[in-house]
């Protein structure tokens, strides 16, 4: 593994169907990030974790939930999932400071 | 009104243009500046980094930051079709104990033969 991996790369799921999205990391970074992308919206963050065993909510943070137990792996949870949910999502790490970021491929997911 | 704004485009040049591609912020606290660049149906991989306003060059590339201003720019010489790709802007400021960047729309700029 170099960098960022993501699983999966694409899904499509029924509406209220339970989804973990996962990522790993092997730069031993602190911080990871989820974002969803969306045409016109750009990229907006749902959750972070600064360190293993803390997390924090970011912009859109409704729907899903994290957890960080720990350094490399830091999965996303959909517990229902919804249409408006569709979307391509990224996961990123960064080694802190000023936070420039490290960004995985990204999982398509639709939700219908 | 979004703390970063940046014009979607898309931007098209011939190539071997010269390409510029900005973005406004209203937040005053922020300190680090960055721009990414994204390939289609791939994720941003960060491009260039400066905290102060000025220049930084690197290759083809250079970003400039006018703090007083609130405006960013980066900007490509010698274009080519493989810088085809949408660039976001980000910048971040220190919040509760850590930096979160705000990333801008992103402007997709396409450059053809």
């Known amino acids: 593994i170099a960098g960022i991996t993501q699983a999966p790369t694409s899904q499509i799921l029924a509406a209220g169907r339970r989804m973990t999205l996962r990522c790993t990391q092997d730069?031993?970074?602190?911080?990871m990030y989820w974002y969803r992308q969306d045409l016109g919206l750009g990229l907006r963050l749902i959750h972070y974790?600064?360190?293993?065993?803390?997390?924090g909510k970011g912009e859109v943070p409704d729907g899903y939930s994290v957890s960080r137990a720990n350094t490399d792996d830091f999965p996303l949870t959909l517990a229902s999932a919804v249409p408006s949910q569709t979307s391509v999502y990224f996961c990123a790490s960064s080694d802190g400071g000023y936070d420039t970021q490290y960004f995985g491929p990204g999982t398509r997911l639709t939700v219908l | 009104q979004k703390e970063v704004e940046q014009d979607p485009g898309p931007l098209s040049v011939p190539e071997g243009a010269i390409v510029s591609l900005n973005c406004t912020y209203s937040n005053s606290a922020f300190q680090y500046f960055m721009w990414y660049r994204q390939y289609s149906r791939k994720g941003p991989e960060l491009l260039m980094y400066?905290?102060?306003?000025g220049n930084k060059e690197d290759g083809r590339f250079t970003a400039q930051v006018d703090k007083s201003s609130k405006y960013i720019s980066l900007f490509i010489r010698d274009s080519q079709p493989s810088d085809s790709a949408t660039y976001l802007c980000?910048?971040?400021?220190?919040?509760?104990?850590?930096?979160?960047?705000?990333f801008g729309r992103g402007t997709s700029l396409i450059v053809h033969p």
């Open positions: 980000a910048m971040s400021a220190l919040s509760g104990g850590s930096y979160i960047p705000t």
């Open positions: 974790s600064n360190t293993a065993g803390t997390t």
């Open positions: 730069m031993r970074h602190n911080a």
């Open positions: 400066t905290y102060s306003s």
